[in-house]
């Protein structure tokens, strides 16, 4: 259980980040969400996992784009209980098309969001980590931190780093108590890979369905999506005191698509 602890997940107002921020708060933990959205949306976000918890789930509309806005963040999370416990940096977006025709701004901004900001707000909540001689940072990485796809180029950059720099602090705060892993999904059907499918089917020239079924589960072995729940689960075990032990780890859940 984590109760009393306080977890910051990035992009939880969507997907995976939100499936984690529910998994989180039903183990007890304080949450903090972070993302876009429409405001009324967002409170009812807010209200459904505050429904039969005593935990507090707060909102900071951070974008991480902007490393100013990221220390808001950080100190906004940290401030709310007096400690950041959990730091979950799931925020990322995505864009399909050829390196010729990458445009550059697409490709600054993913690797700003997929990759800086996770050296942004881990720099930060640290040091408030190590005041509690407790810490959890998961980094969402991805299948494409371990293999790469075509037309995938700022993605696959910022993923492959993103798991570079999660062995890297690993290894700084390994004797504190404080474990980096970075998960490597495979494909889940959130809002992310939704709005793939016509992108990708224009890259390639084919058709929505071959998109799904040859491009997305084609090199997934077990031929179905990742499941929300799955990496939220896992992302509980990685918080739970069983897995001190597992850190600076890339850890695919991806249907055996990696194995190949
Ligand atoms: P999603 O689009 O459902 O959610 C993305 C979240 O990030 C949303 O809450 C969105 O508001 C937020 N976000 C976007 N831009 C932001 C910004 N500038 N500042 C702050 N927040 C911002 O996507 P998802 O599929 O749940 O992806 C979550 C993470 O999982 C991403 O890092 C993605 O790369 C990774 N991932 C996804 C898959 C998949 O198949 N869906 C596979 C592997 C890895």
Redesign the pocket.
Known sequence: MLTGKVALI?????????GIAKKLSSQGAHIIL????EKTAIQALQASLQKDCNNSVLFHP????DPNQIEELIHFSANAHGRLDILVN?????HVAPVCDFPIEKWQKIID??LS?AFYTARLAIPFMREKKWGRIIN?????ALVASPFKSA?VAS?HALAGLSKVIALEVAEENITCNAI??????????DQQIDDTAKARGISRESVIKDVMLGPQATKKF?T?EEIASFASFLCSDAADSITGALLPIDGAWTSH
């Not at 972070?34 to 959205?37: P, T, V």
């Not at 951070?62 to 784009?65: G, N, P, S, V, Y």
């Not at 799931?90 to 995505?94: R, Y």
């Open positions: 990035t992009g939880s107002t969507s997907g995976i980040g939100l972070n993302g876009m959205g951070a974008d991480l784009t799931n925020a990322g977006i995505q969001l997929n900001a969402m990485a991805s299948a494409h993605y993923k490597c999904p495979g494909y889940v059907h959130t809002p992310l890979v990742v929300i």
